[in-house]
């Protein structure tokens, strides 16, 4: 059984291994294989700051809600493990910034040690009169992208370093299951009007004096359009941009100087960082993630595509548990392939 | 009295805040920094300098808290400022864990860290090995950036600094009309003080840029404090050690026992190794004397024995300092002005 995943982001990647662990023992004939035009460091997953933080509301989604509770768990999980350095994993405090009062968000109990902030700390903030505090987990994809393709290496699973023009393309080759996990360009595959690009820029800084993310919220401006800041292992990520319906992949000076002087309103220390580099990419955004099966119609015979896209700012938060629930649906792929014998997947 | 002419001896965190709270407070006098040693060969360059007051058993306990919130609201305006990064202060949040149940629920600083609050189940299962544990947000003051950033401030305000091995205070006497002792744990020798006592410090910095937040043992043996480019891994305290050579078995029982608190540290790179030795007394000497041989009188003010809270301390203690030197120039401008007469 031949199984192609399109897309070596985040989620491409995470949903090959989830699928590659949980069947390869019961599908003795599995043959995974991943496709994609771009690999790490040049997929949108590499730009992403990788803080585990879904928006605000869930408007009610609570699907999506699970998906990263599931996510949040898995990481918190590796923590302590020796891969955790390799994976690009670790724990980081920091505070989440708003100009009136908000409800708690749905993940105030998943994150660690959720808790308001007091007034001596919004005194480190003037302009910010209400926020939270809490302990989150940072993934970083440029570790943790080469971690994923180690482990589907050493399973044997292929990649090639291919544009996929349609899914009949796959099928005709003898593809029995594609895994459609291509971002924000899964419109060139099948058109998707409910799929936008955000664009987002970022700049890179070394300011290694800087421990904890800061995330500020503006209600007019909308998400991500408010200045924050993320210290990583190495660089600390500095953003606030988001342009939907904004294709440009490059970088704009105007951009760079909104960032660099709101985040330095915000943090007045980071005059003294070094720039390093600017980058910009695309949040593959859609009203709710694209998550299920389609069946195609390939000549006289039936193929499955299941769809894992439209991620938006919150990829890494919530790659695990879709990962999951594409392996799930894969299951019942292989159901209904073979009714006589029930494969038994480990949940 | 001309400018009256103040000498500090000691330019570890101590002598450098005291040298410079003078400074601000008597602008008519001429500080001058003597010591033996400058960053980064000081004792205070050994420490992580964390914000966390170690408890005086002799001093009471609203003095501590007076000048642990002084020193915490001094550093908190500096982390705010654009010279947070040069002066290497910067806000730093984590977990102090207890295998058995805290002395004290509420430490007496408890109120002047931001956001202390106890340990929730779901971050305590982070340390199968630990039942309690407290969360906060503190300040952490690198080393040698602080000091380096204090000797800058210094300079700038007309403070001279120089080498120089004082071996017994009354030799400055007829240089200098006021002597500051911040000499640390060189105050045993300087004035011969039985109460101070060294308390052996080994510590490991290493490079783990991924730890952003710090972990403490309450019993203070173990501890993980990530600073600007290094990360301090701790430690000991063995009482009356001397010693300042590095001790290969206690490199490694510390980082066993940090990994054991955070497994990532496994990972850690290019390990240093230091020692430094706590200054340590059962009150911190903070105190006039008059030094005194035929007939010719020094004014002596004593700021030493901070042992494990200088950085928690040093604020505070150097503007209680710096009031007893006013005091001591007043005394001295008094009675040159009753000569006069």
């Not at chain 1, 800041?229 to 105007?254: D, R, T």
């Not at chain 2, 071996?167 to 000499?183: F, K, P, Q, R, T």
Request: proline share 6%; hydrophobic share 35%; glycine share 10%.
């Amino acid at each position: 059984m031949r199984v192609a995943v399109i897309g070596a982001g985040v989620i491409g990647l995470s949903t090959a291994l989830c699928i590659h662990e949980q069947y390869h023992s019961l599908v003795p004939s599995l043959q995974l294989e991943v496709y994609a035009d771009r690999y790490t460091p040049h997929t949108t997953s590499d730009g992403a700051a990788g803080l585990w933080q879904p928006y605000p509301s869930d408007h009610g989604n609570l699907q999506e809600t699970l998906w990263n509770k599931e996510t949040f768990d898995y990481l918190l999980r590796h923590l302590g493990s020796p891969a955790a350095k390799e994976m690009g994993l670790f724990l980081i405090s920091g505070y989440n910034l708003f100009t009136q009062p908000v409800p708690d968000p749905p993940w105030k109990n998943i994150v660690l040690g959720f808790r308001n902030l007091t007034p001596k700390e919004l005194e480190l903030f003037p302009g910010y009169s209400y926020g939270w505090f809490n302990t989150a987990l940072i993934l970083e994809c440029r570790s943790y992208l080469p971690w994923l393709t180690n482990r589907l290496t050493q399973r044997g699973v292929k990649f090639f370093h291919k544009k996929v023009e349609s899914f009949q393309e796959m099928f005709a080759q003898g593809v029995d299951v594609v895994i459609n996990c291509t971002g924000v360009r899964a419109g060139e595959l099948q058109p998707d009007p409910e799929l936008q690009p955000s664009r987002g820029q970022v700049i890179k800084v070394l300011a290694p004096w800087l421990k904890h993310f800061i995330i500020t919220h503006d209600i007019e401006s909308g998400i991500y359009n408010s200045p924050y800041v993320i210290p990583g292992s190495e660089f600390v990520v500095l953003g606030g941009i988001c342009q939907h319906g904004n294709w440009n992949e490059g970088n704009s000076a105007q951009d760079h100087k909104t960032i660099w002087e709101s985040c330095c309103r915000l943090q007045p220390a980071l005059q003294k960082a070094k720039i390093v580099e600017d980058w910009s990419g695309l949040r593959p955004t859609r009203p709710c993630v694209r998550l299920e099966r389609e069946t195609v119609r390939h000549g006289h015979c039936q193929a499955e595509v299941i769809h894992n896209y439209g991620h938006g700012g919150f990829g890494v938060t919530i790659h695990w548990g879709c990962a999951m629930a594409a392996a799930r649906l894969f299951g019942s792929i292989l159901q209904e392939k073979k009714p006589a014998s029930r494969p038994q997947p480990r949940l | 009295m001309a400018a009256p002419k103040v000498a500090v001896v000691g330019a570890g965190i101590v002598g450098l805040s005291t040298a410079l709270c003078i400074a601000e407070t008597c602008p008519s006098c001429s500080v001058t920094v003597l010591s033996d040693q400058f960053s980064p060969n000081t004792t205070s360059d050994v420490a992580a300098g964390m914000l966390i007051p170690h408890t005086y058993p002799g001093t009471p306990i609203h003095v501590q808290k007076q000048w642990f919130k002084e020193t915490f609201t001094y550093l908190f305006a500096i982390s705010n400022s654009a010279e947070a990064s040069e002066a290497g202060i910067h806000l730093v949040s984590g977990y102090q864990v207890f295998k058995n149940a805290p002395k004290e629920e509420l430490p007496f600083w408890s109120d002047v860290v931001l956001g202390f609050r106890p340990m929730s189940r779901a971050e305590l299962q982070k340390f199968p090995q630990h039942r309690f544990g407290q969360a906060f947000t503190t300040l952490k003051c690198d080393c040698p950036p602080y000091l380096l950033w204090l000797e800058k401030r210094l300079k700038a305000t007309g403070v001279q600094m120089y080498t120089r091995k004082v071996a017994d205070l009354w030799e400055l006497h007829s240089e200098y009309n006021v002597v500051v002792n911040c000499a640390g744990i060189g105050a045993h020798q300087l004035v011969g003080d039985e109460k101070l006592f060294p308390v052996r410090g080994q510590v490991l910095k290493v490079h783990a840029p991924w730890v952003k937040n710090f972990i403490r043992d309450g019993d203070g043996l173990t501890y993980i404090y990530p600073g600007i480019h290094r990360v301090t891994l701790g430690g000991t305290r063995e009482n009356g050690s001397w010693s300042l050579s590095p001790d290969p078995g206690a490199t490694k029982d510390i980082f066993d026992r940090c990994c054991s608190l955070e497994p990532s540290l496994r990972g850690a790179q290019d390990i240093k190794v230091k020692v430094g030795l706590r200054p340590s007394r059962q009150s911190v000497r903070l105190q006039r004397e008059v030094l005194s041989q035929a007939g010719v009188k020094l004014p002596v003010v004593h700021n030493y024995g901070h042992g494990a809270g200088g950085f928690s301390m040093h604020r505070g203690t150097a503007k209680e300092a710096a009031d007893l030197v006013g005091e001591c120039v007043a005394a001295l401008q008094g009675s040159s002005s009753r000569a006069k007469l």
